[in-house]
T-cell receptor, first 111, second 112 residues
Framework: QKEVEQDPGPLSVPEGAIVSLNCTYS??????FMWYRQYSRKGPELLMY????GNKEDGRFTAQVDKSSKYISLFIRDSQPSDSATYLC???????????FGKGTLLTVNP | NAGVTQTPKFQVLKTGQSMTLQCAQD?????MYWYRQDPGMGLRLIYY???????DKGEVPNGYNVSRLNKREFSLRLESAAPSQTSVYFC???????????FGSGTRLTVV
């Protein structure tokens, strides 16, 4: 079993839809959870950073962590065509540990 | 504010040729990383340097070598390129804090 599992999609939604992206993990030592966004032919960029269980909101984006279920989610409200990208989850045990990435989910938002 | 700069952006090599991918960061980060990204495989760690003067193997180190030249620069060398090394290579850096990793824009390498 891989440490981090992420459905690769692809996921195609109409503009304005609510998007839910998810990752599951097996290592209970993970404490820090992140979501990266990667546009085509670009490097990944950090989108959201959370520590421990709970929700964190930033504009149209909400990151959710459920440590008891080893499950993290990213919700995008009122999705826009500019949100079309690959979204990668990432997590690590502590501040100075390497990140473990999911394989990424390709999202297309259609106008 | 350049962040992480990778050169070259594109490269075509013949099998057996060698080349060095360059990476430099201007954020005073301690840690630097080299990843390759292939369709369906996600990001795979090749080598990393937790701090200046140290380097360690990642998930897929075979066929590669690295040099942490100083705190800013971390290079990746392919000694004898193979078609299986055709990929997009990303360099990243980190200070271990809340900002996660900062990635460069990538090098698209084709080995024919």
């Amino acid at each position: 079993q891989k440490e981090v599992e992420q459905d690769p999609g692809p996921l195609s939604v109409p503009e304005g839809a609510i998007v839910s992206l998810n990752c599951t993990y097996s290592n209970s030592a993970f404490q820090y959870f992140m979501w990266y966004r990667q546009y085509s032919r670009k490097g990944p960029e950090l989108l959201m950073y959370t520590y421990s269980s709970g929700n964190k909101e930033d504009g149209r984006f909400t990151a959710q962590v459920d440590k008891s279920s080893k499950y993290i989610s990213l919700f995008i409200r009122d999705s826009q065509p500019s949100d079309s990208a690959t979204y990668l989850c990432a997590m690590r045990r502590g501040s100075n540990y390497k990140l473990t990435f999911g394989k990424g989910t390709l999202l297309t938002v259609n106008p | 504010n350049a962040g992480v700069t990778q050169t070259p952006k594109f490269q075509v090599l013949k099998t057996g040729q060698s080349m060095t991918l360059q990476c430099a960061q201007d954020m005073n980060h301690n840690s630097m990383y080299w990843y390759r990204q292939d369709p369906g495989m996600g990001l795979r760690l090749i080598y990393y340097s937790a701090s200046e003067g140290t380097t360690d193997k990642g998930e897929v180190p075979n066929g590669y070598n690295v040099s942490r030249l100083n705190k800013r620069e971390f290079s990746l060398r392919l000694e004898s390129a193979a078609p299986s090394q055709t990929s997009v290579y990303f360099c990243a850096s980190s200070d271990g804090g809340r900002d996660g990793y900062t990635f460069g824009s990538g090098t698209r390498l084709t080995v024919v």
